[in-house]
């Protein structure tokens, strides 16, 4: 075992400094946890079994652990609600994990289960239980296969979506990755939590075709046309014969995924960025109404980005860069800032993808709408070509035009979380958001947005929102950047989460992806609950996997719930 926390988690030097710059040791140093219902004894057998199956050098306890606590916890600095595992085991093939869920069984160790750990904002890799044994897949990195001809690829969970996209250009693979705002994470850990890109498999759980998964048991289950050992349709057909379950294993704990495949944007003749733009608060409105049946009638066809002043200004400098009074930034300040800077209050940002003349007609369409119901919104559209009818290259796309939008890697909005920070450099960067989906209309999108600004300047914070506009619905992000070293921030914070969530309540809003602090708030003991629990409890009798992910319990754990209930959240 070593104490030693981990070391050249990513090959490339700024992935690997951001990422020890974010885990860097907690103020309070992490005390032993031992999960309950377990001795000292018998975890200290287990942690020596894991050792035997991994190596020691792969096997985490101590200090190591700021690496698998949430690097943003609002409970930093209070012992008794900080969220710790026990220790940390670090596999490198199906072989090791099956052997590490023996001896999770043997000895009724929980295990917490993550890809990269990078789920930021939700707890990122810590535990629902404290104690329990974070399984950390980082190390399971193996880019199995990347297709061209049918525009898929198959990968291992610790793949980040940056290897992804560096092996597709050094092979000169015809392919557009979709891609996160931030391509450090795992290619599968996002896709199970249902995360989002920006191409035209932007839905990356809709973009799943074939799981390989190890349940509790040992047992290897593939879905779908994987299932049959050499299928030419293994990774091109969602079709298959009986149920399809691939859904068990998005957002749950029962079973370990360790392929997935991933349907991609084959590269594109050519490629146009457009951004829609407004200069008045209200005008949000009418945006979402213009914008929201070209999506549904898939004139548009990927995820439209809506960014607010406020979260464009904090990825340009600090708070104490624009406003050096006390508290938040004003409105009024904001609105000065919008004319110094150029900066329209809100813009939405998409991209086409396909043969030039296509594109060309798709803008021309929506720049007609746009000119007879509202002119006084401003449409910009960028097209770019590849050379004598190629294909695009994306390298060769100005940076600002292609950002996220043409499969490349960016990291580019890790510095708003140092937003809140002082001017005396002191502090520590931290965001959390609350992500609700609401239907997509203009009506309810202001309604919501004027809520939540309300919520905001009670707080103190900053009303960074931006959303993510589908077919028929909303995935709207509250964001909060705060210090987490500042008693005021992370007291502030609290409070706001739960506003946004009773206004959510009230609303009959559900949230797309949940904090690990409040994995329980979605649930409410209903039969959605109680069928999902039943299959649990077959599926992983003894509990190890990652009891309490998404409101979830074994029968071995189920008690804990109403302690969580209890204590809104805390930790246990």
Same mark, same amino acid.
């Given at each position: ?30 005390k ?29 306890v ?15 600095d209070?012992e ?7 220790a ?6 199906v ?27 939700y ?6 239980i ?19 001809e ?5 990968v ?7 290897q992804?996209i ?16 931030l ?17 035209t ?13 190890l ?67 209200q ?11 070209? &999506?549904?009638?898939?004139?548009? $066809?990927?995820? /439209? ?5 406020? @979260? !464009?200004?904090? #990825?340009r400098? =600090? ?20 004319k ?8 939405a &940002?998409?991209?086409?993808?396909? $043969?030039k003349? /296509? ?5 021309? @369409? !929506?720049?007609e #709408?746009?000119e =007879? ?37 960016s ?5 708003t ?12 960067g931290?965001?959390?958001d ?71 309540k009230d ?15 979605n ?13 649990k409890?077959?599926?992983d ?22 302690a ?9």
């Open positions: 075992m070593t104490s030693t926390a981990p070391k050249n988690t990513y090959p490339w030097d700024e992935y690997e400094a951001a990422h020890q710059n974010t885990f860097s040791p907690p103020n309070i140093p992490i032993r946890a031992i999960p309950p219902g377990v001795t000292e004894e018998a975890f200290d057998q287990a942690i020596e079994a894991l050792a035997a199956v991994v190596g020691k050098d792969q096997v985490f101590g200090g190591a652990l700021s690496h698998y606590i949430d690097p943003f916890d609002i409970w930093d209070d008794s609600k900080r969220k710790v595992p026990g940390a085991v670090v596999p490198a093939s072989e090791e994990v099956r052997a590490i869920l023996h001896v999770a069984n043997q000895f009724n160790i929980p295990l917490w289960t993550f890809s990269r750990g990078k789920n930021l904002g707890g990122g890799p810590a535990p629902r404290n104690g329990s044994v974070a399984l950390d897949l980082r190390r399971m990195n193996r880019i199995l296969e990347v297709n061209d049918f525009s898929y690829c198959v291992e969970p610790g793949v980040s979506w940056k992804l560096d092996y597709c250009a050094e092979h000169k693979k015809k392919v557009w990755p979709s891609t996160p705002s391509s450090w994470g795992s290619v599968t850990g996002n896709t199970l939590d249902r995360g989002t890109g920006f191409g498999h932007f839905n990356h759980h809709q973009s799943i075709s074939g799981l390989e998964v349940l509790a048991d040992g047992d290897v289950v593939r879905t779908g046309q994987f299932s049959i050992d050499g299928s030419p349709n293994a990774f091109i057909s969602k079709f298959t014969y009986g149920p399809s379950i691939e859904g068990l294993f998005l957002q749950s704990n029962l079973g370990v995924v360790t392929k997935l495949s991933l349907w991609m944007t084959p590269t594109p003749p050519a490629f146009m960025e457009c951004t829609l733009c407004a200069d008045e608060f005008h949000i409105e009418p945006m979402v109404d213009l914008l929201g049946p070209m &999506r549904q009638n898939g004139l548009i $066809p990927s995820c /439209v980005w809506f960014m607010g002043c406020w @979260e !464009i200004l904090s #990825a400098g =600090k708070r104490v860069d624009f406003w050096e009074g006390p508290g938040p930034v004003p409105a009024w300040r904001m609105r000065e800032l919008c110094e800077m150029d900066l329209p209050y809100w813009t &940002r998409w991209g086409f993808w396909g $043969p003349r /296509v594109i060309q007609a798709q803008f021309d @369409e !929506i720049k #709408a746009v =007879k119901t509202q002119p006084a919104l401003k449409l910009n559209g960028t097209i770019f070509s590849g050379c004598n009818g190629g294909l695009v290259d994306n390298k060769s796309i100005p940076e600002m035009n292609a950002l996220l939008l043409t499969g490349q890697s990291l580019f909005s890790l510095p979380i140092q937003w809140a920070l002082p001017k005396d450099g002191s502090g520590k931290a965001h959390g609350y992500a609700p989906l609401i239907p997509n209309s203009g009506k309810l999108t202001l309604e919501w947005i004027k809520k939540s600004y309300e919520c905001y300047e009670k707080r103190g914070i900053e009303p960074m929102i931006d959303f993510f506009m589908h077919e028929r619905h909303i995935l709207m992000v509250n964001m909060f950047m705060y210090d987490q070293q500042n008693t005021r921030d992370r007291k502030a914070i609290y409070d706001l989460y739960h506003d946004f969530h009773k206004l959510s609303r009959c809003y559900g949230m797309y992806r949940a904090h690990v602090n409040y994995m329980g708030d649930f409410n003991n209903y039969a959605y609950n109680r069928f999902v629990e039943k299959i409890d077959a599926v009798p003894n509990g190890i996997l990652s009891p309490g992910k998404s409101g979830i319990w074994s029968s071995r754990y189920r008690h804990l719930r109403e969580f209930e209890a204590k809104k959240g805390s930790h246990l």
